[in-house]
């Protein structure tokens, strides 16, 4: 039941970059892939990256080449950089623990994500 905490959000021109963190405890980097979700308004959340707990990555098409999802384990902390951001990333970001991997299923609530806001 414990919800993870988004961090890094922010308002950023076009073409501008930030990097968003969110730590979970150590009991679930050991035991689950990460993903980044997003959720923008009036739409519904969709799965932007996840990284496996052996490192492995996996992008949707629309920001392949633009983010970057990564772990640190030793700060039980995922990342995602996103750079060269366009109007269409505004979204609420969100991760969570995927309970397999691309499964749709997830360990703990949604928390209330990170704001990210791209404009001119």
């Known amino acids: 039941q414990e919800q993870f905490v988004e961090s890094g959000g922010g308002l950023v021109q076009p073409g501008g970059s930030l990097r968003l963190a969110c730590a979970a405890s150590?009991?679930?980097?050991?035991?689950?892939?990460m993903g980044w979700y997003r959720q923008a308004l009036g739409d519904q959340r969709e799965l932007v990256a996840v990284?496996?707990?052996?490192?492995?990555?996996y992008y949707v098409d629309s920001v392949k080449g633009r983010f970057t999802i990564s772990r640190d384990d030793a700060k039980n902390t995922v990342y995602l950089q996103m750079n060269s951001l366009n109007p269409e990333d505004t979204a609420v970001y969100y991760c969570?623990?995927?309970?397999?991997?691309?499964?749709?299923?997830?360990?703990?609530?949604w928390g209330q994500g990170t704001q990210v806001t791209v404009s001119s």
């Open positions: 969570n623990a995927d309970r397999g991997y691309l499964s749709g299923r997830f360990i703990s609530p």
């Open positions: 150590r009991r679930i980097f050991s035991l689950y892939n």
């Open positions: 990284v496996t707990s052996g490192g492995a990555t």
